[in-house]
């Protein structure tokens, strides 16, 4: 389904999305495989994580991190087409959840998971109509499904100056990190414990005490903070 010219195209709406994976029923990774961004996913996402993905579509990103040792990730999309073919693809990986859920309005409990990866799914909601309006929703549910402390990897090829806007807010407050592959850009957004002053909870190491020295990193994965602490 195209929209007419000059308009956006219907990203939001589930309509689009069935239609489109009706007719690709092969597997597709938007952006970057998985072995690509293993460095950086294994030194911010534990193992062990309760992990969410939203816009999973028909990526094996998922099926490689349990390959990989990840324990548990939950996949969401808001194709029931594409869910109902991942449920029966992964039907014998018990590790693997899929259901068909909008990412503007989830339906999980508060603080339900350790981490979620976003791999365009908020620049697939950036080229539809109301942008601001559905990311901030979207942006809005995930906050509030991560657990303190819990991150929430959002990977992108839109301008930082464009992303970091949408991501900072006083009812969402973020510690942000960005690291850059060539062309991609990959936002680390930890959730803070509470609207504190943030140089107060590294003195206390409160937050980054899950993670590696970034240093630790490959050179092409040169990472620098968006906001001091």
Not at 83 to 98: C, G, V
Not at 103 to 124: C, H, P, T, W
Not at 171 to 181: E, S, T, Y
Not at 182 to 200: A, D, E, G, P, T
């Amino acid at each position: 389904m195209t929209k007419g010219k000059g308009q956006p195209q219907a990203y939001g709406d589930e309509s689009y999305w069935n239609e489109r994976y009706s007719q690709d029923v092969g597997s597709f990774d938007w952006y970057q495989t998985y072995a690509n961004m293993a460095p950086l996913i294994n030194m911010y996402i534990p193992k062990s994580d309760n992990v969410l993905m939203v816009g999973c579509g028909n990526a094996v990103i998922s099926e490689e991190m349990i390959n990989d040792g990840y324990e548990t990730i939950t996949n969401i999309d808001i194709s029931q087409v594409v869910i109902d073919a991942m449920k029966e693809k992964y039907k014998n990986m018990p590790q693997l959840r899929y259901q068909r859920m909008d990412v503007r309005q989830l339906n999980y409990k508060a603080k339900e998971f350790d981490s979620v990866i976003d791999k365009g799914m908020l620049d697939s909601l950036m080229c539809g109509p109301s942008a601001s309006t559905n990311v901030a929703s979207m942006i809005k549910e995930i906050y509030r499904v991560l657990k303190p402390g819990g991150v929430y990897m959002l990977i992108t090829y839109g301008d930082p100056r464009v992303r970091v806007p949408h991501l900072k807010s006083d009812k969402v407050p973020w510690d942000i990190k960005l690291h850059a592959i060539r062309y991609l850009q990959i936002f680390i957004c930890i959730k803070l414990f509470s609207k504190v002053n943030r140089s107060m909870l590294f003195q206390q190491g409160l937050v980054l005490q899950r993670y590696m020295n970034p240093e630790h990193l490959d050179p092409l994965l040169n990472p620098y903070l968006l906001e001091k602490t």
